[in-house]
């Protein structure tokens, strides 16, 4: 059990590192020698722990959804009102977007294309299945209100989704926003949006 | 003069295809020999039109920025009333996204790590110069309603950015949701977010 504790915990690191060679190189340009390289690892070390570049990629990206729900998901199941629920698992993930430290992860997560095949629909699963969640609860938020739904769960779901993950491509934690004032003006946006007021 | 909008629209041509060519190969993976025989050119008489392959990365990037303008920006300009001229921006600005024509051009423009150094810089400019003329069209219709801005006009403008970049990763044009009803439920959703109505 310990043994198996660990070589998942060296597999992140594997993740976390390979991540940030992709980012910087370009996936088709990074050989998995710079990867190995990086880790600290012989090629065939790597190829040991990984099996192929293309498994790699994958692996990155299945370990970024285990964050999501290992940070986001577990920590909100318990809360018990469907808006307090929505509105903690808006600033969670805000949280997890913009946190420098995952930041070559969320990237790849978003620009997913270079990842085909099998492994692809796996991951466009775990994907899916994340949407599922928010589309049910802001159902569940909408039925709750004193009017009909303003807007189909699905395209507030997406809205919100664009919302959360086009952060990566301006917002900076060092900048004028903080992160907290920014999830909640985010998340009250969200919730004006979705019930209109 | 016709001979300049002849190579201009020739230049429109190429970039189209070779978007083409380097949203299936990807940027690095696809060799300026693919794209000559693509656009069916040999590659000198390609390299005589773009100079090289960062350049005409650049004019592909440049290209969907001047379509922004011309498709987008030209038509809303002369509308008065700053809410209208929000609300028209916002669904011309979801009909450039969505519609397949310009599909890869959208997802290249959206994932620009590849261009470098001043092409680089030239392209953000642009894409500065639209945000600065979002917050400040946002910033019109907040000063128009009665009661005190709900959000800085910067985060509304990124939202936006957000719901409607976020669209060329799951919308299709041919789903349960025609363009119209999205443009005008985003539009609507939008508006209340911002002004909480």
Chains 1, 2 share one sequence.
């Not at 722990?49 to 909100?76: P, Q, T, W």
């Not at 709750?144 to 952060?167: D, E, K, Q, R």
């Amino acid at each position: 059990m310990s043994v198996k504790r660990n070589s998942r915990h060296e597999l992140r690191e594997i993740c976390r590192v390979a991540a940030r060679v992709f980012y910087e190189k370009g996936y088709d340009r990074a050989s998995m020698q710079d990867i190995a390289r990086a880790v600290g690892l012989t090629k065939a070390g790597l190829y040991h722990h990984v099996g192929s570049k293309d498994r790699l990629l994958f692996e990155i990206m299945n370990y970024g959804m285990d964050i999501l729900d290992e940070v986001v998901l577990a920590r909100v199941r318990k809360i018990p009102d469907p808006s307090e629920r929505l509105r903690a698992t808006i600033v969670g993930h805000i949280d997890l977007v913009v946190r420098a430290r995952d930041l070559e992860i969320t990237v790849i997560l978003n620009e997913n294309r270079s990842l085909r095949g099998t492994l692809r629909r796996k991951i466009n699963l775990r994907k899916s299945a994340y949407i599922h969640y928010l589309e049910d609860l802001i159902a569940e938020v909408q039925a709750g209100a004193s009017h009909p739904p303003l807007v189909p769960p699905t395209l507030a779901a997406f809205a919100l989704l664009g919302m959360i993950n086009w952060l990566y491509q301006w917002y900076r934690p060092q900048g004028p926003v903080k992160q907290a004032e920014l999830a909640e003006i985010y998340a009250d946006f969200f919730f004006r949006g979705l019930l209109g007021k």
